[in-house]
């Protein structure tokens, strides 16, 4: 069996870290390298870097800034935002990511996911879904950063992007981003009952109880930014807290 993990995300606009309510409102939270290498200190199991403005603005990620952040962080690192080809995933694996996480790319065409897992492997693929709840029981696909709503149902989008070879599903809920309200469970269970592959848990965890929520409704692993940006919960008081509920993590060393 494996450990529930515990990945801080560093949501990085101009070269840094941001965090902000609902996909706005940002504010700034450090130098990115600086902070992952925090995080690699205090035990965290990966790390999500996501260049939240490249697919907007029409630029590719910033490689220099993840070759920098892999030459100080030892643990797998997640790294997303305006990757469109398959040379942009090549580089970006080159630069030293582990993984890559799609998002509007894959839903512009499909087909790389399946052209990067058969290049790559399946295991250095995350298809990110951004969800917005639009009525009971339904929530849409958003890219371009929330900007755009594609109409697309986020369940069906995301047992396609696992049949075309999705190692993982990055589920963030927009609704629940920054509130501190707790992760979107409705979205989390109709996600992960309906896939094999495991599901990151992402947006809304506020309190040290929303995690142990959050394995209970089918978390592999759990994002959070804000609460650890700002220091409102360790990594190390999460994992204890889990264990205590005895919910098996992952340890490092």
């Known amino acids: 069996m494996l450990g529930i993990r515990l990945i801080p995300c560093l949501d990085v606009a101009k070269g840094r870290v941001v965090k902000g309510t609902n996909f706005v409102n940002l504010r700034d939270a450090g130098d990115p390298v600086e902070v992952a290498e925090q995080y690699y200190s205090e035990g965290a199991d990966e790390i999500v870097f996501l260049d939240i403005t490249a697919t907007h603005e029409g630029r590719n990620t910033t490689v220099d800034l993840v070759r920098k952040t892999a030459e ?10 305006g990757i469109r080809t398959i040379e942009d995933i090549r580089n970006l694996l080159n ?23 058969d290049k790559f492997g399946i295991q250095c693929i995350v298809v990110a879904v951004d969800a917005k709840k639009v009525r ?8 371009h950063g929330g900007r755009i709503d594609t109409g697309i149902d986020a369940v069906v989008w995301s047992e396609k992007a696992a049949k ?18 707790g992760y979107d469970l409705e979205l989390l269970k109709a996600v992960s009952n309906s896939l094999e592959i495991p599901v990151i848990a992402s947006g809304g965890a506020g309190k040290i ?3 142990s ?17 700002y220091k409102k919960l360790t990594i190390k008081e ?16």
């Open 72 to 81: 100080k962080v030892f643990i797998p690192l997640t790294v997303g935002g």
């Open 95 to 117: 630069a030293g990511a582990d993984k890559v996480s799609l998002n509007s790319s894959a839903v512009k065409d499909p087909e790389i996911i399946r052209k990067a897992s």
């Open 136 to 143: 009971e029981y339904k929530w849409n696909v958003f890219v």
């Open 164 to 181: 075309l070879g999705a190692g993982e599903i990055l589920l963030t809920s927009m609704d629940k981003d920054g509130t501190k309200d």
């Open 209 to 211: 109880e929303h995690f």
């Open 213 to 229: 929520q959050a394995c209970e409704y089918g978390a592999s692993a759990m994002l959070a930014a804000s609460l650890f940006h």
């Open 238 to 253: 999460i994992k204890d807290y889990l264990e205590s509920k005895n919910i098996f993590v992952r340890t490092i060393n």
